[in-house]
């Protein structure tokens, strides 16, 4: 490794290598921020320019697209509710509230240092033992993944809402609506009610853009503005401390941080999974490990470290099964793997023998992305706040009209924007009663995995069940799961009577 | 005896419908391969989820009478349903547009529309808005991004 350092480094440090990192980044915060327009479709669109660059450039430039991007769906998820990117919709949760509280730089402060700090650990872990954790995410056969989704699912319905209930069912309904279209193993078309655009399935995008920004134009349009009231999106608290991440709430989160690196770079090595779990369970390992869960769904500092580190880390993660094995972890990835491809580095054990030099410069890039990526961030952090200071009358108006735009152009067809609409009209029915719409999502982008996992292990082992309890790493996620959900209904019980016990308190101290 | 929380028992009862319901739909809607097991045709999974989300509605229902916490009913006063209902047949009525008028146009009016239903009532404000908006977010998709949007007759 040592021997490659310097001419990596020399191959590297050039005025145009540097460039391409920083306007990858911007570029990935741009699009990451919008909904609508996503990461993978921006780094397929940069692919044919990369041809023309030297291989450590060309890398170099998807990298910064694929951190900036992962990063840049917080921004929109905390200011309005509305996730850039699948990952950032576990950020919603917790930012949002914040951003209604005045809140918002401590929230985007609390989102830039997660993702940094995540992405910096999963990138020297990607140097030092990428080798060894591809060949323990080799072992994950379908029953270890389908033991994996039930777990994330679980995990989500139940610290998703206080109503554990609700959080689980919303998450069947979302895997119910994964089920639309083409059956994954016999290709029998399912409740497509005739109608031809279903047979490929719901699409995605429309899918959460209605979802999380459709249904909160909803909720938003309830609210009737008085002359004269000011009506901006979210109050600025003109208090520094409200814009600031303090060193002592830092330190408070140092533990969560570390935590949801680690289930990061995990998931991440799993080809298949994404940025949007990692997110999840690190999110619902924050909140059963809290010592204040009942802060969450309130504007919880924790749960916004939580979720940004935990999709962030994922970026090294997924590199590691694609430079050792070949095999990309998730879309962005697997576009990336052409840009290897075209320079003749073909992926593999022999990856880092033969072209040691470039890939090493690579890393070294990975390492300059998160420097470029914290003071790029930081600089257009005081420009996002400002979008708070825009009218919630000329906002709101612009967001469903760039939703509109978003939906119809994932595949130019109109019939994404009625399924954006549909589910944008479903989410705020789901908000007004209690339940909660991440789950759901989440149910619908692991529903396909879980289905095709679950039959897999039933044709493996002649219809028994069996080994989803008898298999090692399987039995780990069984026995996680149950211990979440048993461990989230004591929190929560605890909670409850704390809350209880307050309530008499002042009601004791009220005179009569 | 304590009264039951009725919330929790008509959304227990809602479910237990919808679970019902696709329990129905499944024969007609779902076409099983003749000769595959049961436990790996396609109406498998559906039918397991739909079972599930009849006993998460039966859990709810049993919530309903033995659980202390009583949520209050959701706001759905008469001008909450008018102003959500408006928006969302706005919202349809724009979509069925858009694609014959033109984005542009079509997105130009609309802004207009929902600015002034969101309690804009500065002339000036509604219509840089209506220029501004459709015209930078075109720029955005199709100049920049070559991403088309619909044309219809009007641009």
Known sequence: MFEHLLPAAQLFFTFQNLFVVAAGLFIGITIGAIPGLNVPMTVALLLPITFYMSPVAGIS???????????????????????????????????????????????????????????????????????????????????????????????????????????????????????????????????????????????????????????????????????????????????????????????????????????????????????????????????????????????????????????????????????????????????????????????????????????????IGLIVANILHFFIASLGLRLFIKLLSVSRAVLFPIVIIICVAGSYTVNSNIFDVYVMIFFGVLGYIMKKFNFPVAPLMMGYILGGLLETSLIQTLILSDGSVLPVFTRPISLVFVVLTVFFILWSLFIQKKALARRRRREEQRRRNLPS | MRQPAIRCLIEGAVLIGLGALILVLIPSQIHDIPGMETNTSPSFLPALLAVLIILMGAGLILQGFFSSRR?????????????????????????????????????????????????????????????????????????????????????
């Open chain 2, 71 to 155: 949520d209050g009913p959701p706001d759905l006063s008469r001008v909450v349903v008018f102003r959500v209902g408006l928006s969302v047949v706005l919202l349809i009525l724009y979509t069925v547009v858009f694609p014959r008028l033109g984005f542009v146009v079509a997105s130009g009016v609309f802004v207009g529309i929902y600015a002034y239903l969101f309690g804009s009532r500065s002339i000036l404000k509604i219509a840089i808005s209506m220029v501004a908006v459709p015209i930078g977010i075109w720029l955005f998709f199709e100049i920049l991004f070559r991403i088309p949007l619909p044309h219809g007759i009007l641009y």
């Open chain 1, 61 to 363: 430039l998807l990298l910064g697209v694929y951190k900036g991007g992962t990063y840049g769906g917080s921004i929109s998820a905390i200011l309005i509710n509305t996730p850039g990117a699948p990952a950032a919709a576990a950020t919603c949760l917790e930012g949002y509230p914040m951003a209604k509280q005045g809140k918002a730089g401590k929230a985007l402060r609390a989102a830039i240092y997660g993702s940094v700090i995540g992405e910096f650990i999963s990138d020297v872990v990607l140097i030092s033992i990428a080798a060894q954790i591809a060949m323990v995410a080799l072992k994950f056969g379908p029953t270890e993944k389908f033991s994996l989704v039930v777990f994330a699912l679980c995990t989500i319905g139940v610290v998703s809402s206080e109503h554990k209930l609700k959080g689980i069912t919303a998450a069947l309904f979302g895997i119910f609506f994964r089920t639309i279209g083409a059956d994954p193993i016999s290709g029998s078309s399912r409740f497509t009610l005739g109608i031809f655009d279903l047979i490929g399935g719901i699409p995605f995008l429309p899918h959460l853009i209605g979802l999380f920004a459709v249904s909160e134009f909803f909720v938003q349009i309830e609210k009737k503005i008085s002359a004269g009231k000011q009506d901006v999106i979210a109050p600025v608290s003109k208090n520094p401390e409200d814009n600031r991440v303090t060193w002592k709430e830092f330190k408070a989160n140092i533990v969560t941080i570390i935590r949801s690196t680690l289930i990061g770079i995990g998931v991440g090595a799993l080809p298949g999974s994404g940025s949007a779990i990692s997110a999840f369970v690190s999110y619902g390992a924050a909140k059963n490990t809290s010592k204040n869960p009942e802060e969450y769904g309130k504007g919880s500092l924790e749960g916004v470290f939580a979720a940004e580190t935990g999709n962030n880390a994922v970026t090294g993660g997924a590199l590691i099964p694609l430079l050792t094995l070949g095999i990309p972890g998730d879309a962005i990835t697997a576009i990336m793997l052409g840009v290897f491809l075209v320079h003749g580095l073909i992926p593999g054990p022999d990856l880092f023998v033969k072209s040691g030099d470039i890939i090493y410069a690579v890393f």
